[in-house]
DNA sequence: AACGTTTGGCAAAGAGGAACACAAACTCTG
DNA sequence: CAGAGTTTGTGTTCCTCTTTGCCAAACGTT
């Protein structure tokens, strides 16, 4: 069956579509832009840019200030800056140990951000759903219900984004949970629930808003327990035929490696993850971010045991590495999670052997950086999942709303 | 810098120009189609498809033929089909022991295609260049220059896209070599000449002719001596930040495995190349094609040497595959090259290594299936590649024939 | 033969951006 | 400090392309 998303035709409407959302979308990703830049990045003219931005102005997404000279010649152009209280997203992470949410305006200011610690254990999808209710209720009344776009959320877990069901979140100890469902009714807000996998919105937040912004061929990798990933081509999240791309973590990359949790052995889990790496080092594998912390002090400190582990991993890291290099030429490879915090120790390694193992065409340009937003990327990733409801078609937002005052 | 491809700005001479487009590319594609199954398939009204045919029809690149009626009620919608002759592209195909040269038309349709052996010395670019033009004069006789779009090239070797440099051909034992530069100037016409890695071609030809049409999400494996391939994402070719992007054959899939010309180890190529293949049975490794049919012809038979060798080569595939079903999760693998050959032999095995190490999520609709292109593979994609330059933007092609047209 | 259905043909309308002229706001120069 | 040069906002008109609406043509059904 055709939907009207597979319909190639272009329309006069559509035109009209795609560059409100490429203005919208430039001010979301990038800021404050003067009006001259708007009609350079997208090759309309001066007349054409000022409708649009008019429209959006109207419609309260954007604000337009005075420019202050610059030394150039030539009049200033306006400075047209995303309002955040023209258009807000909801946006909620399920953690194993942690629940939270936020409050974040058009152009990406985080608002408000709650986050409460959660025993351990296995809670039922109601319960689950009644404290994320309790943990937004406050943050809701600091925002025009008018101006709420959509809600996003990031779950440890394999999720179907087509109806937000989870479809296994072993961590959660659910399996076939209709989240966004649930979450939906519980709210009572008229607007699209959007779930997703917390490693795939992690490397979306860093593609977004952390340290692959603007860069379009990314291989971000992420992990605690598990180990995850998120991989941009061209710009755009790696989704997959169903959904289900980016399973970095069980790359076969040790034939003679251990059983892994997914039911095949030697996947780059097995040999990367946090338990792998406390064992290696001889810890507690069930030590956790403490652990991590610890044993990253260890080799700072030139620990002999410590430092061998973590040789051993940056090693493996590397081989992985070498292979998503060779699969997917990225321009930059962005560490998230727990390697995140051990990229200082293991970088170097990391970066030698990726030089071993890769093709030289392939990694000539890549480099390998530690994420810059920590513990929050996957709820902000989350937030800009939700956004793309707003940024794919801002028209379809707006326009109501003026259909609807000018009725008033 | 901004170049117009960056602009993201739309306007009306952007509107039909991706019309006409989706109009030729879906003509290209998938064949003939009513009119009525355009407007359905656009979204367009009848009147704009019209127009649109009109101005095809008028450049000579569609033609309209009467359709049968089909026992519906209603006037029947008259079949557009492409006209062969109304544009045509120019292929070759740059192997270790061959050469070949076709003349492709709109739609697909091969006018004429010659194919030459030659000794497996390394040649000079100037020797293969002349080889190339001699093979093409003959098939350029055929074909009105005015309808020449491109030529696209296929070649055993990394190739930087922007400017058709050959950067390593090792079998061919060339490095930086300019073969689109001087082919262009050798063959003296005024189109565009495109270059491509043979795998990347291989799998578009998969992908728009073969055993993956209208399959948006592949994963393409290759190979004779060396293990390629091409991943096609959204319907789009995997590329990479520098275009050197779907290096599956140098994943690593065994650290512990045996030296790969890349300079790494426990390369997958080291484990199901062709040679690797030929030493698992005990045969000559340089066997090549011969070697490979000779060996599926005793597995066939049931001799326990090459069943054992099969089987390590079908397990090491599957473990391979199930590292891609897992990173890209598609709709379909094709086996090309010498695992198209080889595929009657090893099905089995590798859908049962893939069951049992890829993720369940990932594989559920996935099928391996053989090639159906053959030895014609790359040069078939290297003529799709070409076409590309008429389907992207129909209109550069064809305003320009109809001004010269009535300006005389 | 009359009717419903689907489609092509054509003219008029509508939507949206481009082009152009002019005014405004800045810098630079003498 | 005045005037020239430059860049940008404003407003009007024009152009391109698609849609809308009406009629006729070509088919099947009753």
Redesign the pocket.
Same mark, same amino acid.
């Given at each position: 069956m055709l939907t009207p998303r597979d319909l190639v035709?272009? !329309?006069?409407?559509t035109?009209?579509r795609s560059?409100l959302s490429a203005i919208v979308r430039e001010l979301h990703l990038r800021g404050p832009r003067?009006?001259?830049e708007l009609?350079a990045r997208t090759?309309?003219? !001066?007349?054409?840019? !000022?409708?649009?931005i008019g429209e959006l102005s109207a419609a309260g997404l954007v604000g337009e200030t005075?420019n202050e000279?610059d030394?150039?010649?030539?009049?200033?152009?306006?400075l047209v800056h995303p309002n955040p209280g023209g258009a807000m997203v909801l946006a909620f992470e399920v953690k194993v140990d942690s629940l939270a949410a936020a409050l974040v305006g058009f152009g990406g200011r985080v608002q408000a951000l709650r986050r409460v610690d959660r025993p351990r254990a296995h809670l039922s999808l109601d319960e689950i759903v009644a404290d994320l209710v309790a943990l937004a209720v406050p943050l809701l009344r600091r925002a025009d219900p008018e101006t709420l776009v959509a809600v996003g959320v990031a779950v440890a877990g394999i999720v179907r984004r087509a109806d937000g069901l989870v479809r296994m979140a072993p961590n959660l100890g659910w399996r076939d949970e209709p989240l966004g469902l649930r979450l939906a009714e519980a709210l009572d807000v008229d607007v699209p629930v959007l779930v997703a996998n917390e490693a795939d919105l992690g490397g979306l937040a860093e593609h977004r808003r952390g340290a692959a912004a603007r860069v379009d061929d990314v291989v971000y990798v992420t992990g605690e327990v598990g180990v995850g990933g998120s991989i941009t081509v061209g710009g755009q999240a790696l989704v997959g035929s169903a959904g289900y791309a980016a399973e970095i973590g069980h790359m076969a990359v040790n034939p003679s490696g251990s059983r892994c949790g997914c039911g095949s052995s030697g996947c780059w889990e097995t040999e990367i993850g946090e338990r792998a790496i406390l064992l290696r080092a001889g810890r507690d594998p069930h030590g956790g971010r403490e652990g991590i912390d610890e044993l990253v002090a260890a080799v700072l400190a030139g620990e002999p045991a410590a430092l061998r582990a973590i040789e051993e991993v940056a090693t493996w890291l590397g081989i992985g590495l070498a292979t998503l290099v060779n699969i997917f030429n990225p321009a930059l490879v962005v560490l998230g999670g727990v390697f995140e915090r051990i990229h200082p120790v293991v970088g170097r390694t990391v970066e030698r052997t990726l030089a071993d193992r890769s093709l030289p065409a392939a990694r000539e340009l890549v480099r390998i950086v530690p994420g810059t937003l920590g513990e929050n990327g996957p709820i902000i990733g989350a937030a800009e999942l939700a956004f793309e409801e707003l940024l794919h078609d801002p028209a379809a937002r707006i326009r109501p709303r003026a259909l609807a005052a000018a009725g008033a």
């Open positions: 035709g272009q !329309r006069s409407e035109v009209r560059n003067s009006r001259s009609v090759g309309l003219t !001066r007349s054409a840019i !000022r409708g649009l005075r000279p030394g150039a010649p030539g009049r200033p152009s306006p």
